[in-house]
């Protein structure tokens, strides 16, 4: 299925947006379709926190600090899973995972950067 794979992390201001990616060019789409997906982050010297995730069937989760700011959706016909940041804080700053679950197997991509600055 091959792992995960991040994008479109960077700087920005505060009060600013991002949209970060997560493909899976290698998986076939009924497996994309059975998957279970989360955007984690991990700040330095923080534990790693699950920002928001959608289940196969379509039910999304936000954690409180970015609920009404945070929008996690699927494409299915592009394999891909995107987070859309706005109103974004220095709080926010972090290293942004992705996670594939599907069944007992759980995949993570190589994480992207992203920097709030104030």
């Known amino acids: 299925q091959g792992?995960?794979?991040e994008s479109g992390g960077g700087l920005v201001q505060d009060g600013g947006s991002l949209r970060l990616s997560c493909r899976c060019p290698r998986i076939i789409s009924?497996?994309?379709n059975q998957c279970d997906w989360g955007w984690y982050r991990q700040a330095p010297g923080l534990l790693r926190?699950?920002?928001a995730s959608i289940s196969s069937e379509g039910n999304v989760k936000y954690a409180d600090s970015v609920?009404?700011?945070f929008t996690m959706s699927r494409d299915y016909a592009r394999k891909t899973v995107t987070l859309q940041m706005n109103s974004l804080k220095p709080e926010d700053t972090a290293v942004y995972y992705c996670q594939r679950h599907l069944g007992s197997q759980v995949d993570w991509?190589?994480?992207t950067?992203?920097?709030v600055s104030s």
């Open 67 to 69: 609920k009404d700011r």
């Open 49 to 51: 926190e699950l920002v």
């Open 109 to 111: 991509g190589q994480g």
């Open 113 to 115: 950067q992203v920097t």
């Open 30 to 32: 009924s497996v994309f």
């Open 3 to 5: 792992q995960p794979v």
